[in-house]
């Protein structure tokens, strides 16, 4: 089992920053991706960042330049540094992370988050 534990939202006056970040423990031979979601009342889960491998990093397009997304040295922490925020950021903000158990199996296994809860208002 792997279990991947958030902090960090919290209520943000518009332009304001915060910083997420999820630590992953458990069972892990190797991390393919980390990634941040969000999902806004009554919308889809999107995606907002992610980190496959070493440095290959994709934004959502109205994150990019607002928001970056890095992991630790050791690899099994992502942050989420999120700047410049706006109403439209506020969402349950999710990490997840795909990963390899064992060395011996290919199989790709995916973990989620609880959720953090961002709200961006004056």
């Known amino acids: 089992q792997v279990q991947l534990v958030e902090s960090g939202g919290g209520l943000v006056e518009p332009g304001g920053s915060l910083s997420l970040s999820c630590a992953a423990s458990?069972?892990?031979?190797?991390?393919?991706?980390m990634a941040w979601y969000r999902q806004a009342p009554g919308k889809e889960r999107d995606l907002v960042a992610e980190i496959i491998g070493i440095g290959n990093i994709k934004y959502l397009d109205s994150a990019r330049g607002r928001f970056t997304i890095s992991r630790d040295n050791a690899g099994k922490t992502v942050y989420l540094q999120m700047n410049s925020l706006k109403p439209e950021d506020t969402a349950v903000y999710y990490c997840?992370?795909?990963?390899?158990?064992?060395?011996?199996?290919?199989?790709?296994?995916?973990?989620w988050g609880q959720g953090t809860l961002v709200t961006v208002s004056s």
């Open positions: 997840n992370v795909k990963y390899r158990r064992t060395y011996v199996s290919e199989q790709i296994f995916d973990a």
């Open positions: 458990g069972t892990i031979f190797s991390i393919n991706c």
